[in-house]
């Protein structure tokens, strides 16, 4: 069955950086973009980009251009969403996605919990 | 960051119609595919409705997406008290190049 299983929560000082993990099974990895969404506490969801697992190609939104990397190793099946010059407003919830051929987010990953805090 | 407005909240009693609307404009509901998630407490999101009014294999027909102009809406028959969730609405929106997410509704079942 299709699995996105996500690295651990993780706590940060301001102005440091954060790379989370998103181990996917049970599909073809480079058959299918992976997409990164977050949401702050109490607050809706916010795309942040994909990335395509074949190519590497990446698609930012725009808020988060300079500061987000999105890679990938296809070895190991792996997407990973690096933010970087951490603000306490980024702290949330980051979840991994996998969009389908209808572009749905059809399969989530169960969320990793990225606190920034001095 | 939401483009796309949504009621912050709805509510209906156990075999009740609820209906939540999605507003958003001519760069994104109007012109692509509209998307339904729902998010119960303390869970990933979970895709509803996808391409405007199709169900996912194992989405029960209780759970309805229509589109019209610059708007759609979600509607849920029936409903229960497991329907008790956040609903999100999603679409792209060509002047972002980017998918947009509702600010999403939180219904409740009385």
């Known amino acids: 069955q299709v699995q996105l299983v996500q690295s651990g929560a993780e706590v940060r000082k301001p102005g440091a950086s954060v790379k989370v993990s998103c181990k996917t099974s049970g599909y073809t990895f480079t058959d299918y973009y992976v997409h990164w969404v977050r949401q702050a506490p109490g607050q809706g969801l916010e795309w942040m980009g994909w990335i395509n697992p074949n190519s590497g190609g990446t698609k930012y939104a725009q808020q988060f251009k300079g500061w987000v990397t999105m890679t990938r190793d296809t070895s190991i099946t792996t997407a990973y969403m690096e933010l970087s010059r951490l603000k306490s407003d980024d702290t949330a919830m980051y979840y991994c996605?996998?969009?389908?051929?209808?572009?749905?987010?059809?399969?989530w990953g169960q969320g990793t919990m990225v606190t920034v805090s001095s | 960051q939401s483009v796309l407005t949504q009621p912050p909240s709805a509510s209906g009693t156990p075999g009740q119609r609820v209906t939540i609307s999605c507003s958003g404009s001519?760069?994104?509901?109007?012109?692509?595919?509209v998307y339904w998630y729902q998010q119960l407490p303390g869970t990933a999101p979970k895709l509803l409705i996808y391409r405007n009014n199709q169900r996912p294999s194992g989405v029960p027909d209780r759970f309805s997406g229509s589109r019209s102009g610059t708007s759609a809406s979600l509607a849920i028959s029936g409903l229960r008290s497991e329907d008790e969730a956040d609903y999100s609405c999603a679409a792209w929106d060509d002047s972002l190049s980017g998918y947009v997410f509702g600010t999403g509704t939180k219904v409740t079942v009385l």
């Open positions: 001519n760069s994104n509901v109007a012109s692509n595919y």
């Open positions: 996605a996998r969009s389908n051929i209808e572009d749905a987010f059809d399969f």
